[in-house]
């Protein structure tokens, strides 16, 4: 049971009404969209302002109560699920967007932006925030910061790192700190905003966050293109990269999940296909029709069966919204679905792809494989049952080994999904102990109770 | 006079031709670009491998001396100005480019490897490493990273943070810290890449270098329009940011850097002209035509009196050659000059270009005035000598007066140098107390003997 007394503190600094204790509130705030055990916090909080915000922090530090900081939980890693009688923060009561700059292209925002709300806002002023993460929808800014999240447009434009221009943060004393700037030149001080952005909520706490923004690309062009074998279409990934094309987005779709895609959008995807990729080609209308012309020559040259190029935008926005609810008509076929993002160089990718298959046949599994090929970011899709023991300690051994490939290959664990707690325990094999080690020394030293989201990231080891 | 039994050690460790403590030696590292007093150091040592370098940082932890490595001293903060007593370690032993991925788009690099040197390397094979600082013909790709380097395409392409992709590094045990990776996506672990990109040296020493590559724009064009109104050139950057068009660079030059300029590279500037913006486009041929027509239209309407576009790829280099040879044409004039880089959102350059002239009025001391206007990074130039105590001690409150300007304006204290020790003192000022004991906590955590590159960025003040 969490203390009374400090439900009290936690009332009078927030209103009775943003403290939430009753059990049906907290087993809604004990899971997030990882496939991990629910954990059940103790207080679940939500603060409308950042000097209540600070006042929460700097209680909880005093109490050695663990705090996690919530977006809408759509964090695939496990980087939402609370602690044991710990609190979560909502930042739905922080979702101002509080300046959009046109002169000077950058915005500032609350942590509790939709992302989507962000882009539209923006664009209706011919501006342009590019990082747009599958759940961009529902997602929050400040959990897009916290995790670095990604994106289809990752391979042009980057990922959310890539826009953070600064932030204010609380320390866990509920001191405001204060990095970056709104000048596109910053080189004050210690670059804490690299440090803060992917650190899951373990280092300190949001309170405002200044985005970069760039124009808005005059034009764009779409286009399927169909492959009747896998390793043509992963191929044909390779050869647009080495052809220094630099599509917006450049997607794959392995037969698995086409027919997934299909049977719920009903777009008129080929479900005969092997492989699909999905292109768009974004700028000037000169050099789009050229790079789009380009793309379709090396698509033909290595064995596309056919090649649509979307005719305008209400066909465009179709193929989009197709590949965008990959997650979704997987998720239908199973009850229990592993989204992995493990990454390679991008002229890994044909390797991979086959690497992924032969994993689904040895470990006998279920692999659907969509992803971001473009750049090298791939999500290979386990389907399964979590209560099959049996089944689930070979999608287990299944994960292990695409880790293994992808890090054989001179990849990662993650493109964009983060650590969490879903990956912490295999870091190691990636960096070494020497780095996290040194990632232990930062942590103890800036949250010495170890209350800011713990366990996360680096695990629970020892300094 | 340094241990002689340390000397032996470090000896052993490198080769007694690369251990230097003759009093030549020592004084030729006491001091780099920035206007500082000179510190002697005890002794110099250079690595020619990874792994005699860790083992020299590790031998300077357990014996307490300060370390402080050094590229080719082109800083312009007093970031490689080392300890009385300590050692300098140059990394000109470590000049290897150790891989040019075409098919990924990436580099690695030794850190003591000159930036032209890769950005050469890298053309040649149709790609391009934008970051471009003034001193990128000598300067050292491990120096840009600890600095953070910006340069004249910081506003289209950004600045040296946004080029690295991961690194290798020493932590002050010697033991090799892994971070980041050769995948355009990452999110494992803390993003230590970010913090270590312009820590200075503080935090760890650069074993190697990931940097990212981009295609190399098919086209360029670059024009010198000329305005016999300051203000009228200062409004003209932020009417060309207002429109939406990027620029690779855009330059601002005064009259006082024009006349010293022209005298020094003969190349044809006007040498009555108030104000000159140097302007180049780059990207798709069409593209570039038709925004170097509106940038064209925009200096007009905005009352250039001429606007010269550069016919050909010779008369092109000599504008920029002209621009970059603006520091050692200043340099000329007297005996010390202090180059500042306070930088403001670039819609505030009309108001910071103005008040830089009414300080240099205040203050009776003349500043020349160029620099990166259209990311809002200028470098007001200061020409005095240093040895006049009178006019030192109006040059100091001039540029206290800058830096109070550029935070009022919502800027920062450095667009591109470094905190250093020349603005370690003014850091409070811009980030507010709870910053830097943030960071003074993670630099105590990571070098708790205070051995890496002390006093730099943070002080010397207490956690």
Redesign the interface.
């Known amino acids: 049971m969490f203390p009374r007394t400090l439900i009290k503190e936690f009332q009078s600094i927030l209103g009775k009404e943003n403290v939430f204790a009753n059990e049906a509130d907290l087993v809604t705030y004990s899971y997030d969209a990882a496939v991990l055990d629910p954990v059940v916090p103790g207080v679940v909080l939500r603060s409308q302002t950042g000097e209540a915000l600070g006042k929460v922090v700097k209680l909880c530090n005093e109490n050695g109560i663990p705090l996690t900081v919530r977006g809408t939980g759509t964090n695939l890693s496990g980087g939402t699920i609370p602690l044991p009688e710990g609190a979560v923060v909502l930042t739905n009561g922080m979702n101002r967007i509080l300046e959009i700059?046109?002169?000077?292209?950058?915005a500032v925002v609350q942590p509790g932006v939709i992302t989507a709300k962000l882009a539209g806002s923006v664009e209706a002023k011919?501006?342009f925030y590019p990082p747009d993460p599958g759940s961009q929808t529902v997602s929050t800014l400040g959990g897009n910061v916290a995790?670095?999240a990604?994106g289809l447009r990752?391979?042009k434009y980057?990922?959310t790192?890539?826009y953070v221009m600064g932030l204010q943060f609380f320390?866990v004393n509920g001191?405001?700190?204060?990095?970056g700037?709104?000048?596109?030149?910053?080189?004050?001080?210690?670059?804490?905003?690299?440090?803060m952005?992917?650190?899951e909520g373990t280092l300190?706490v949001f309170n405002e966050i200044i985005l970069k923004l760039?124009?808005?690309p005059a034009s764009q062009k779409a286009m399927v293109a169909v492959f009747n074998e896998m390793d043509r279409a992963s191929e044909t990934v390779?050869a647009i990269?080495?052809s220094?094309?630099?599509p917006a987005t450049l997607e794959f779709m392995d037969n698995f999940t086409i027919r997934a895609v299909e049977d719920f959008s009903h777009v008129g995807l080929p479900t005969d296909a092997a492989a699909l990729l999905l292109v768009e080609v974004d700028?000037?209308p000169?050099?789009v029709d050229?790079e789009a012309q380009k793309v379709k020559d090396i698509c033909r040259k290595m064995g596309a069966t056919s090649i649509r190029v979307a005719k305008d935008a209400e066909e465009r926005d179709k193929v989009w919204e197709a590949r965008r609810s990959a997650l979704s008509a997987l998720a239908k076929l199973k009850p229990t679905l592993v989204l992995e993002?493990a990454?390679?160089?991008?002229?890994k990718i044909p390797e991979m792809v086959r690497a992924i298959q032969d994993i689904a046949k040895e470990y006998d599994i279920s692999i659907g494989t969509f992803g971001?090929a473009g750049?090298?970011?791939l999500h290979p899709t386990i389907l399964t049952d979590r209560r099959n023991e049996k089944e689930w300690e070979r999608v287990e051994s299944a994960i292990a080994a695409i880790f293994d490939k992808a890090l054989g290959l001179?990849?990662?664990?993650?493109?964009?999904?983060?650590?969490g707690i879903a990956?912490s325990c295999f870091?190691e094999k990636?960096?070494?102990?020497?780095?996290?080690?040194?990632?232990q020394?930062?942590k103890?030293?800036?949250d010495p109770n170890n209350i800011l989201n713990p366990g996360k990231?680096?695990g629970t080891g020892p300094v």
């Open positions: 700059n046109e002169q000077d292209m950058y011919g501006l995790e670095n990604g990752g391979l980057g990922v790192r890539d320390d001191d405001l700190v204060k990095t700037s709104r000048t596109v030149k910053c080189a004050t001080g210690y670059n804490l905003t690299g440090l952005v992917g650190s300190g760039i124009p808005l390779a990269i080495a220094h094309i630099v700028g000037h000169v050099q050229e993002d990454t390679v160089p991008r002229s971001h750049d090298g970011n001179g990849g990662t664990l993650s493109g964009e999904h983060g650590t990956k870091l990636e960096t070494g102990r020497a780095t996290i080690v040194y990632s020394r930062i103890a030293a800036l990231i680096i």
